[in-house]
């Protein structure tokens, strides 16, 4: 082996060539990023770095001087247009260039309006790249009117940027509450207050039907027949995995790029790691669109490159930050049958999903004991009954016992 291959420039990419060359790999690696700078943290774009309270440099993950240091060859700005995965081949910026072995870091990519309902007008955004936050920025002037459209985490981190720079803010989800697909009903409520305490204008049950302006978005006409005047657009309304190369060269999909337990795709040569690969997991294919899982894959397919043949074991966490609010959230809360709320220290909380007598997930709301309680026992496979769960008098670090 002599040439190790990645293409995306995210967590997941950064990852992976970090770990070759820390696993004593001493080949040629190429990180081929799409975009102009070093690979860079995603989850501040939208909260300390739309407030202003972090500066670009502060964003990448590693420092410039990293890579080539490493002998990392890192191609910022480079195009990867194609795969030849017989030849082993990438075609760059019109050129080939040979890889012994491939890795996919290609991430995800939002959803965005389509453009006969407005969606090209100027003045509408996604949350998605530096590009899109370094171009809306200069929109979040004090009193300004912003539409968000979609009420999950993208969208309500937003809101509360917006709210927090004194805009006024409407944010409008098509499903039934806000959080929907992620959360329950309880952490759903719990948000809603949230903002709502903070003067967002949070409609649920309602769509956008289209946007209005001449060139630049002026207006939104929502499914009800309510007319805004809006003075920008953010469309948080979640995101794909970004497939097009893995497709173009004949890989298979499955809700992603289609990954065995150990990272490879269906051609030789070839793996893929973060929000655009699938994997088995509990009988099912399972992606996941988090930092954890862009790190921890990478890592797993970059030690199984050099041999490790050791599968991906995921433990799921997440998070998001919104005024003065942290949400942890530990597990997966997919089959939940019933919720338990805890309440903590002041206005802190924390729900906890139980499948049956078996603890699958928790959501903690400022309160970090709950959640590296509920991450331990998760982990471990251990299931406190919800009874004690429930009981504030038992102190939280004693569930680990159960």
Sequence with gaps: MTHVAVVGGGQAGASVVARLRAGGFDGEITLFCAEAVPPYQRPPLSKKYLLG????????????????????????????????????????????????ELVLTTGSVPRRLPAAIGGALGGVFCVRGLADVDAMAPRFAKGARVLIVGGGYIGLEAAAVA?????????????????QRVAAPETSDFFRDLHRRHGVDLREGIGLDRLTGDGEV?????????????????????????????????????NGIACDAQGRCSAPGIWAAGDCASFPWQGA????????????MAETVADNILGADRQYLPTPWFWSDQYDVKLQIAGLNTGADHIVIRPGEGEARSHWYFR????????????????????????????PAAARVADTAIPVKQLLTA
Excluded at 228 to 243: C, E, H, K, R, S
Excluded at 364 to 371: F, T
Aim: charged share 25%.
């Design 163 to 179: 709210a927090q720079r004194g805009l006024h803010v409407t944010l409008v989800e098509m499903a039934d509450r806000i959080l």
């Design 218 to 254: 002026s207006g939104a006409v929502l499914s009800d027949g309510t007319e805004l005047a809006v003075d920008f657009v953010i469309v948080g309304a979640g995101i794909a995995p970004d497939t097009a190369l893995a497709e173009a060269a004949g890989l298979t999909l499955d």
């Design 285 to 296: 294919r399972l992606r996941l669109e988090s930092v954890q899982n862009a790190i921890d």
């Design 53 to 100: 309270e972090m500066a670009e440099d502060r964003l990448y993950l590693r420092p410039a001087e990293f890579y080539g240091e490493k002998g990392i060859t890192l191609r910022t700005g480079a195009a990867v247009r194609a795969i030849d995965p017989v030849a082993r081949r990438l075609t760059v910026d019109g050129a080939p260039v040979s890889y012994d």
């Design 356 to 383: 049956g007598p078996r603890l699958i997930a928790v959501d903690a709301m400022n309160d970090p004991r709950a959640y590296m309680v509920g991450k331990r026992l998760i982990e471990q496979g251990k299931s």
